[in-house]
């Protein structure tokens, strides 16, 4: 019968609380990785504690537009006009995005 074994625990989670209060300081993961081995004697890489740090990172709220504000002063402004887009050149094929599967495929060269 094998053995259980534990689920990898990191060497760094000791140390999370000093790797938390240096990335507060906004100190680079090289540097975190050198005083960690000088304080400490713990050697890790700089990409170790970076993966370290995103793991243990709280994920980012979903970004919503905020709900329009309505009041009874102020009127709702009317949206800006958008800039009308140039008339398309009488030589373009009028239906260019479609594909039609009886005709042959043809080469559309870009005009100047």
Not at 44 to 58: M, N, Q
């Amino acid at each position: 019968m094998a053995a259980i074994r534990k689920p990898f625990q990191s060497k760094l989670i000791p140390h999370l609380e000093f790797i938390r209060e240096c990335r507060g300081q906004a100190m680079s993961y090289s540097c975190i990785s050198a005083e960690l081995r000088s304080r400490f004697g713990v050697s890790a890489a700089a990409s170790t504690i970076f993966a370290f740090v995103k793991v243990r990172a709280r994920r980012r709220p979903v970004f919503a537009l905020p709900k329009r504000e309505t009041s009874a002063a102020a009127p709702p402004r009317p949206a800006p006009a958008l800039p009308r887009l140039p008339a398309r050149p009488a030589s373009a094929p009028a239906n260019w995005l479609n594909y039609d599967p009886d005709k042959p495929l043809e080469k559309l060269t870009p005009s100047p």
